[in-house]
Every structure is written in C-alpha cells, then in structure tokens.
C-alpha cells in the first residue's frame, strides 16, 4: 500500500490550494483516506476524512465551511480543496488510509498507511 501526497506550496492568505493523495496497492473501497496536518511544535491533527464505500465526509471544525474533501475512485485519488486559507493552516499535511469508527476519525492511531506530507504555507 502507497499512498503519495501532492499540491502543496506557498500561497497567500485568502487564497485557495488543491491537495491530492494517490492510492496503490488495495481496493478503493478497503479503506477510507484522510487528511493530517501538523505544525511546527504542535500535535497532528485530523483535517478531514471520507468514507470509501459510501463517500461520508468528516471535517475538523477549524476547517468547516473552507475545505472539502472529495474522492476519484477510477484514479485511486483523494482530493482536498482548501479555500480561504488562513496563516494558521500552516502546517505539512499527511494522507492516511484507514478504518475509523465514525466518532474517531481524527485519531492518527486508527489509521494504518500513511503518505509521505506536503508542505502548506499561508502568508498573512
């Protein structure tokens, strides 16, 4: 299992940025993906995460009503569109494949692959 993260960069606060995570190496539906990000000295945290099977979104509240996570099941290829970024997204972003619970789907503990990061910067 190979999950590649991609898209990430430096932009301005306000702006919007499209990240992508590209499966290998299981079914689309074996596991539902989602998105980590972590900031210099702070802890990871649970961005966003849809369901495979029944494309189930979940979001962090920092990030409702901004970001929306989405899923190509031809390409193996799970989307994260960031819209009105703020200095504080600031932060490497993970993808992860897992099968959460629905009332943890933000715990990096339930997810067993991990992509290698990006790098998101907002400028204020």
């Known amino acids: 299992v190979q999950l590649q993260a991609s898209g990430g960069g430096l932009v301005q606060a306000g702006g919007s940025m499209r990240l992508s995570c590209a499966a290998s190496?299981?079914?689309?539906?074996?596991?539902?993906i989602g998105w980590f990000r972590q900031a210099p000295g702070k802890e990871r945290e649970g961005v966003s995460y849809i369901r495979s099977s029944s494309g189930q979104q979940y979001y962090a509240d920092s990030v409702k009503g901004r970001f929306t996570i989405s899923i190509d099941k031809a390409k193996k290829t799970v989307y994260l569109q960031m819209n009105s970024l703020k200095a504080e997204d600031t932060a490497v972003y993970y993808c992860?494949?897992?099968?959460?619970?629905?009332?943890?789907?933000?715990?990096?503990?339930?997810?067993?692959?991990w992509g290698q990061g990006t790098q998101v910067t907002v400028s204020s």
């Open positions: 992860a494949a897992g099968r959460p619970v629905s009332s943890a789907w933000s715990a990096s503990r339930m997810y067993y692959y």
């Open positions: 190496g299981f079914r689309s539906d074996s596991f539902g």
